[in-house]
């Protein structure tokens, strides 16, 4: 699968002058009347420009491997404007923070070319083209929704075009915003608007979509999906077009019920009695959300490798999460994920036979087929990680140390967990608060 080369191109007049080419502040550049095209297929207003062939920037065959291999892999020609040729500069974009991503920059090239209009003013054209990797680019061509209808097919060039364009410039997963786009695009179509991302990605059309849907979702998802839809509108939208401010959606606060501790000792009991790779699974997840207190995915990607000790007795740190503090295993979960560890060597901890690295269902699936006798609670992902922070937080820890450890923006993400930590009894509140003695 060769690598997908996204150009945007836009043509819009130089700042300074208006669209008649008359000075002005630049503020009302924008894209002129849907229908009026040039041979890259963007919109213009075609009385501003000269005619003259375009020149198209060549897709790339592959993915260099400096900074130095862009410009030759691109081609080096550029159209020439009426001043001249047109020139072109490597250099870097910055990109979603993705979980996944290699780096925090794309490369790209900018390629300029300056023209003049017919009333003497410049209009300077800029190209960036972007190469996403082989990976993305496999998972984009290749998506097809389940059961899709028959429009799928004619509208599903243009969702793929409007993911890869926007894939590296927003901090979602690829799979995330071809799922959320295209829902929008099959939407849009039964809604009868025009096929047209433009049509789609306008503050009005995305609320009414997110808000058709609130019927079968709950509320928060319904907030996530209009977010994601958001920020790939705001990474096309270089400037405003009269559209009215998107509306204030609010969803109820519903964080993951702890367990108890007596239902997480007994599920550990259940995990340990499993057999073979099942006992293995089980306490990995276990332990690793409840003792590490890691997200889903930090779990699915957990290899052996990642916990160690940094001196012979020294506490267990996983090491394969992004955090801004040590990530230490909690005590009573140290012995066992340091067997874990040492039994998978570099392998993925949790699930090792699996063939991908990460899938939405990866941890759920395992806890659909693998279910505690009642009146024991399912295994969750979620429940586990909220426990480990109702945990930290009863042990009066510093809140901003345990957002960090968690890998949380703020501690005013911890206030959602705040009923389920226990209150402090008379007699420690006062000792908490009288202090040590002088």
Known sequence: MLPIAVSSRLLRPQRGTSEDGQPGDGRDVGPGASGEQVGDSLPVDARTVRHRPQAQ???????GESMGDLPDRFGSGVGTGLLGPGFRIAGELPRGECAGASADHVRTILSVEVDQLWNGCLSSRYVWTVVL?????????RYRPRNPPAVWDEV???????????????PYDVERLLHVTGRLALWAEAAGLERDPDAWLRNEVIDAFVLSLSAGIEASTVRTYRTWLLRVRDALAFSE???AAPARLHAPVNPHQPYTPAELARLRHWAAHLPRQQRTDGLALLGLAAGCGLTPREVAGSRGGDLARPRPGGPLLHTGASRVVPLVARAVWDP???ELARAAGDGYLFRPR???????????????LHRPPSPLPAVSAGRLRATWIVELMAARIDHDLI?????LASAA??????HHVPPLDDATAMRLLRGPDP
């Open 156 to 170: 599903a060039p243009l969702v793929c075009s409007v993911v890869a364009a926007t894939v590296t410039a927003v």
């Open 336 to 338: 066992v994920l340091d």
């Open 57 to 63: 920037a060549p897709l790339a065959q592959g993915f």
């Open 354 to 368: 699996r063939s991908v690295a990460y899938a939405k269902n990866l941890i759920g699936s395992w806890s659909l």
């Open 403 to 407: 957002a960090k450890a968690a890998g």
């Open 133 to 141: 990797d082989p990976e993305t680019s496999a998972k984009i061509t």
């Open 241 to 243: 077009r009269g559209e």
């Open 413 to 418: 993400s911890l206030a959602r967990y705040q």
